[in-house]
T-cell receptor, first 110, second 113 residues
């Protein structure tokens, strides 16, 4: 089967940098995605990694190491509006379902 | 606005009843996904359709069924409802069958009393 592990909560200070880790177990690997969800809202796509390395999109970056079955989401210059839950999601093989981790709740202190 | 439309936004019903949730994907998207999110839980995958055909299936209960119609909209039918079925049900869509980016609707909040 497929499974993902990510921390349940992370706390950081406004203006700082925070990293949210995600490890996965799949029979194959097709890609790792990250989503943001504010309370009461819908998940919104942040980034996608299919190959090893770093993908940068503005203040957010995502990293993947397929050999370590590991990825992380890096958020820079944290703003209060970044307070939300962040989910990693993995697709094992091409025909596999996309499964989500339980999410990491990010708390930002002023 | 993701372009994915879900109705109804809220639904309150009683145990044993049956409900239908509806989803219209973004224009041009051929894949539709259904996820269930319970309080403080992650997103549990239910089922995926691609261009009218079932593509992938999760641990969807036998009381639940779904389909995707020729116009690509999808419906999720939940029957013999139980208290534990109370949750937020999200529909998402993507262009292809294997896309890495999903676009989520605002969800349908189901409350079973």
């Amino acid at each position: 089967g497929q499974s993902l592990e990510q921390p349940s909560e992370v706390t950081a200070v406004e203006g700082a940098i925070v990293q949210i880790n995600c490890t996965y177990q799949t029979s194959g690997f097709y890609g790792l995605s990250w989503y943001q969800q504010h309370d009461g809202g819908a998940p919104t796509f942040l980034s996608y990694n299919a190959l090893d390395g770093l993908e940068e999109t503005g203040r957010f970056s995502s990293f993947l190491s397929r050999s370590d079955s590991y990825g992380y989401l890096l958020l820079q210059e944290l703003q209060m509006k970044d307070s939300a839950s962040y989910f990693c999601a993995v697709k094992g093989n091409r025909d596999d379902k996309i499964i989500f981790g339980k999410g990491t709740r990010l708390h930002i202190l002023p | 606005d993701s372009g994915v439309t879900q109705t109804p936004k809220h639904l309150i019903t009683a145990t044993g009843q049956r409900v239908t949730l509806r989803c219209s994907p973004r224009s041009g998207d051929l894949s539709v996904y259904w996820y269930q999110q319970s309080l403080d839980q992650g997103l549990q995958f239910l089922i995926q359709y691609y261009n009218g055909e079932e593509r992938a299936k999760g641990n969807i209960l036998e009381r639940f069924s779904a389909q995707q119609f020729p116009d690509l909209h999808s419906e999720l039918n939940l029957s013999s409802l139980e208290l534990g079925d109370s949750a937020l049900y999200f529909c998402a869509s993507s262009v292809g069958a294997d896309a890495g980016e999903l676009f989520f609707g605002e969800g349908s909040r189901l409350t079973v009393l």
